[in-house]
């Protein structure tokens, strides 16, 4: 396995200074800083056994003022995130050893490389987006894709919805507690690990209660997406009910969307 390639943020424009990441270097394997605190400048890692879609991939990303790190496999890419200050992962479904399915539902099982995944691959049913989703992708873009539309989703993923400083210091639904500026969500004092955007999902809901949002309205109002498929939406729901257990009160109204009730009903749907 070779050296991974780290890929450093180079002006895009006369007159442009690059920032200086050193100061933002990872202390301990798999702690790093967040890029909005390094310069306002996010590390993106892209994994990918194709060298096109490696190259093509970087350079749109840098045209967006983004660091990149490359990873030829799934080996580099975990050796990448857990000594690199990584904000969001791009994988390929398909790379060699572990693939990009594996490494995400690696990535989730504890909070170690809690960053925003997105997927690439060639595989395009639903079946096969949703089973990529439920591996705990944040999206999936299908092969071949417009290098542009995934920037889009990389500055989208980035993007946290609503903006912590817009929310109290503390949310909190029965047992369900949630600490907004650490990110951090217990049940019964239990901890509970959220992606970013299921921690998304769930502040906007219980700062929403009793309303019916549609689908297509949470992937507005939360991804700020005004398109994706909507399939994204039911599956960090049903993820969200699966990780708060008998405390969720995510309520399924059937033919317009989701609501979460302000009490506890013995007929929420599970």
């Known amino acids: 396995m070779g050296e991974p390639n780290r890929t450093r943020y180079r002006p895009v424009g006369p007159g442009d200074e690059g ?9 301990l394997a798999g702690v790093g800083v967040s890029g909005l605190v390094c310069g306002g400048v996010s590390r993106i890692l892209i994994a990918d056994d194709d060298p096109i879609v490696r190259d093509v991939v970087r350079r749109y990303l840098e045209r967006d003022g983004h660091d990149v790190s490359i990873a ?5 890419a975990l050796q990448l995130l857990g000594t690199e200050r990584i904000d969001a992962a791009v994988l390929d479904v398909m790379m060699p050893g572990p693939d990009g399915m594996t490494l ?18 060639a595989l395009g049913e639903e079946d096969d987006r ?31 919805a609503p903006s912590t400083a817009e929310l ?69 729901i049903k993820r969200l009910r699966s990780k708060l257990g008998d405390a969720h009160r995510v309520q399924t109204v059937w033919g317009r969307g989701y609501l979460w009730r302000e009490e506890q009903t013995t007929d929420a749907d599970q």
Not at 19 to 27: F, G, M
Not at 176 to 195: F, Y
Request: net charge positive; hydrophobic share 40%.
């Open 19 to 27: 920032v200086n990441r050193d100061k933002c270097a990872t202390s």
């Open 72 to 76: 030829h496999d799934g080996n580099e």
């Open 104 to 121: 995400c539902r690696s990535m989730r099982r504890g909070d170690r490389y809690a960053v925003p995944v997105i997927l690439l691959t």
């Open 130 to 160: 949703i089973a990529g989703l439920e591996a705990g992708a944040d999206d999936y873009v299908t092969k071949p894709f417009s290098p542009r539309e995934l920037a889009l989703r990389v500055r989208s993923v980035l993007r946290r």
């Open 168 to 236: 109290p210091l503390e949310l909190s639904a029965g047992p369900i507690r949630v600490l907004t500026a650490a990110r951090a969500v217990t049940v019964d004092g239990r901890p509970v690990s959220l992606t970013s955007r299921e921690f998304d999902l769930l502040t906007f809901l219980l700062t929403h209660t009793d309303i019916v949002y549609s689908r297509q309205e949470l992937l507005k109002l939360v991804w700020q997406w005004n398109f994706g498929d909507l399939s994204t939406v039911t599956v960090h």
